[in-house]
């Protein structure tokens, strides 16, 4: 690589829930480091359009996929989309997700079942969908974007915690799949990170959780990108099935 080329540039990814907070972040991070980005979002195309112009005011490529991860065949096309805009597929990054929180005795069925359904499904729809290509290349790169809520448990989210936790189990075992063609999968679980979801939480509340953060402040959704942007890069080749939190010490 010369001193001008990017680490990633050549490389085409495939962003889900990349209209903002952290899939906004890794998008524009991926963009920044050479790739073209396909930015999939459920419902909020304004958001997910000034993504697009962005990374495009900053000289890079990306496309916009609307469509629901919980659905395999909606998926399945998404994916398609890509490889015919651009002929390939090499980075995944599975962030979308949802949040239902109540009280278990209070939490619905369906509550429950939506949260995991996009959360644990969705994962399991894009990792399918891109295993067979990434597997024919001999190379690419899964991101499963868990959360410290899978490895502490947290009041009034059995379902999120639960999809999360899943995720870890998911990655793993998807790892050790995929290890021998050459495609990595890993997760990344971040803590307090300011974005929209962590917004609607109450001054108490977050004063209470910053009080078990070590480093004594909430993440930034650029954090997180840092930690994926390693990940999916040529440096990170030998890391695969790993967990990296980025939450500033909150679950050690």
């Known amino acids: 690589m010369s001193a001008t080329e990017k680490k990633l540039s050549g490389k085409i990814a495939f962003v889900t829930g990349a209209s903002r907070g952290i899939g906004r972040a890794i998008a524009l991070r991926l963009a920044q480091d050479g790739a073209k980005v396909a930015l999939n979002f459920a419902s909020n195309s304004a958001k997910a359009e000034e993504v697009k112009s962005a990374i495009e005011a900053q000289g890079g490529a990306a496309i916009l ?97 639960a999809a999360k936790a899943g995720i870890i189990g998911f990655t793993k075992s998807a790892a050790r799949e995929l290890a021998s063609r050459g495609v990595t999968v890993n997760a990344v679980a971040p803590g307090l990170i300011n974005t929209d979801m962590t917004a609607a939480l109450s001054e108490k509340v977050k004063e209470l959780m910053l009080q078990e953060i070590p480093a004594g402040r909430m993440g930034t959704p650029e954090d997180v990108a840092n930690a994926v942007a390693f990940l999916v890069s040529d440096e990170a080749a030998y890391i695969t099935g790993q967990v990296l939190s980025v939450d500033g010490g909150m679950a050690m």
């Open 65 to 161: 996929l609307q469509g629901d991860v919980s659905k395999f065949e909606v998926v399945t096309e998404l994916i398609k989309k890509v490889v015919d805009e651009w002929g390939r597929l090499d980075i995944l990054i599975n962030n979308a997700g949802i949040t239902r929180d109540n009280l278990l005795l209070k939490m619905s069925e369906d509550d429950f079942d939506k949260v995991i359904s996009t959360n644990l499904k969705g994962v399991f729809n894009c990792t399918k969908a891109v295993t067979k290509l990434m597997m024919k290349q001999r190379c690419g790169r899964i991101v499963n974007m868990s959360s410290v809520v899978a490895l502490k448990g947290n009041i009034s989210q059995t379902n999120y915690a």
